[in-house]
């Protein structure tokens, strides 16, 4: 593995589990080997009981896992997982080391990138190989207005966190095979400035990013009791409600269904934007949607440029109608 240029992916946990994100992330680290000679991908986990998290780590892509074993590792305290994370990169020095842009990735990365000296371009949205062999990170910037694409060809490892629910994961292969290196860590007496007195994890939250029909509203649903309508419909289609920022703004419904640049990346198959216009700060949110169907009375609304079913109408009217149809031939 000496020779080897290794793309580390952080595979977050939580309560057992792995966050989809990081295995999208795997997913798109396999794809850059194939631009990048004699790299491999390898997942990094921390804490115990992590066979199955290897295994399955393996299955969706990766040639090796690496573990650091403590129990202290078990949840996620920043200054702990820091310096694991800081450890292992000392001790293998990966070229490239991606971490989901969850809240717990993004609070990692930058600690991790600022102890080791590394440049880190966050909350990417799509990430590719140079000629020269580095990384192009690319993110939108000023605002949506502008995708930069960003690299750091002369500090290592080349740090990104990328948006949850862009990549596309890969399907398990329970036949692939793969090495699992586990170490045992202990924290740093330096780092072990907070101690874990107890663990409550926090209620369900909605997780629309992976939701497969969302129905979203925006200023045009007109307040609380118009996303009622919308509710209705999702819940017939089995599907979750979403949201642009001025209906979050206008205090209509929660942060965490917010759709776009500073909301959720989607991918459901279908996107109904109801009452959206169709802001780029929206549109970059929605974009990989397989099929948008926009609601709106505008018919010169940029959201239609986007949309691959359009109807102009008034939502208020459309999106019963739309229930009552749904609901009929579902039924
Ligand atoms: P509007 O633009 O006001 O559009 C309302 C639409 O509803 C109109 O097209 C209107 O014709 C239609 N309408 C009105 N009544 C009806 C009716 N009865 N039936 C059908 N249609 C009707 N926005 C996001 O959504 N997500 C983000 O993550 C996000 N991040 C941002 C980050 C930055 C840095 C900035 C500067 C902005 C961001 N925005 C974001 C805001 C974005 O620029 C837009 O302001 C916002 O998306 C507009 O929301 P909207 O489409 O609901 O409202």
């Not at 793309?7 to 080997?33: H, P, Q």
């Not at 199955?52 to 949840?75: Q, W």
């Not at 820091?82 to 609070?107: M, Q």
């Not at 118009?226 to 979403?242: D, Q, S």
């Amino acid at each position: 593995m000496a020779d080897e240029k290794k793309i580390f992916v952080y595979v977050e946990r939580r309560n057992g589990e792995a966050n989809r994100a990081s295995w999208e992330l795997v997913g798109k680290a396999r794809d850059l080997t194939e631009k990048l000679p004699n790299s491999s991908v390898w997942g990094i986990v921390l804490g115990e009981n992590y066979e199955e998290i290897c295994a399955e780590g393996i299955a969706r892509g990766c040639d090796g896992m690496i573990v650091l074993k403590s129990p202290d590792l078990n949840h996620y305290i920043s200054h702990y997982y820091k310096a694991a994370l800081v450890e292992i990169v000392k001790e293998y020095s990966p070229e490239i080391f991606l971490i989901a842009a969850t809240l717990e990735g993004r609070e990692l990365a930058g600690m991790v990138a600022t102890e080791i000296e590394t440049g880190l371009t966050a909350d990417c949205t799509e990430l590719g190989i140079l000629e020269d062999g580095s990384l192009a990170m690319t993110r939108p910037t000023f605002g949506g207005n502008l995708i930069a694409t960003i690299y750091s060809p002369k500090h290592k490892p080349q740090m990104a966190t990328v948006r949850p629910g862009i990549m596309k994961e890969l399907e398990p292969d329970p036949s692939r095979k793969g090495e699992v290196i586990i170490k045992d860590f202990k924290i740093p007496v330096q780092e072990k400035l907070l101690r874990l007195l107890d663990f409550i994890p926090a209620e369900e939250s909605v997780n629309i990013q992976y939701a497969k029909v969302i129905v979203a509203g925006g200023k045009g649903v007109g307040g609380k009791e118009g996303f009622e309508k919308l509710k209705e419909l999702a819940n017939v289609l089995h599907g979750e409600i979403g949201a642009s920022r001025t209906a979050v703004k206008e205090g209509w419904i929660s942060e965490e269904y917010q759709v776009g640049q500073t909301g959720k990346a989607v991918r459901p198959i279908i996107y109904f934007a109801c009452g959206i216009s169709g802001a780029i700060q929206h549109i970059v949110g929605i974009k990989e949607s397989e099929i948008i169907v926009a609601i709106n009375i505008d018919e010169k609304a940029p959201i239609f440029q986007i949309a691959d079913i359009g109807i102009v109408g008034d939502l208020h009217q459309v999106v019963p109608a739309l229930t009552k149809k749904f609901s009929e031939l579902l039924s």
